[in-house]
């Protein structure tokens, strides 16, 4: 069974940046999809980014330009990079490997935008 680990989350000024880690452990982290996807206050959790086993990478319109999601085979680590965020971006943001309905979670990181 896989285990995620995240880091990097915070309080971060409107137009600031800030860099999510997640280590995936217990598995063979490179076949794996893995993903980042975020849940605010009072709202559904919502599909961030993605990235492929081949590096292949889709994002959410609202973050297209601003986030990066990329991925470290030989770390076992996914990032989400992100840049000029913005208040609506506040929430808990989780690593997903294996998809969003058979797949492993993080337990969540809170990125909270605000001045």
């Known amino acids: 069974q896989e285990q995620l680990g995240q880091s990097g989350g915070g309080l971060v000024q409107p137009g600031g940046s800030r860099r999510l880690y997640c280590v995936v452990s217990?598995?063979?982290?490179?076949?794996?999809?893995l993903a980042w996807y975020r849940q605010a206050p009072g709202k559904q959790r919502e599909l961030v980014a993605g990235i492929s086993p081949g590096g292949n990478t889709n994002y959410a319109d609202s973050v297209k330009g601003r986030f990066t999601i990329s991925r470290d085979n030989a770390k076992n680590t996914v990032y989400l990079q992100m840049n000029n965020l913005k208040p609506e971006d506040t929430g808990v943001y989780y690593c997903?490997?294996?998809?969003?309905?058979?797949?492993?979670w993080g337990q969540g990181t809170q990125v909270t935008v605000s001045s």
């Open positions: 217990g598995t063979i982290f490179s076949l794996y999809a």
């Open positions: 997903n490997a294996g998809g969003p309905a058979m797949g492993s």
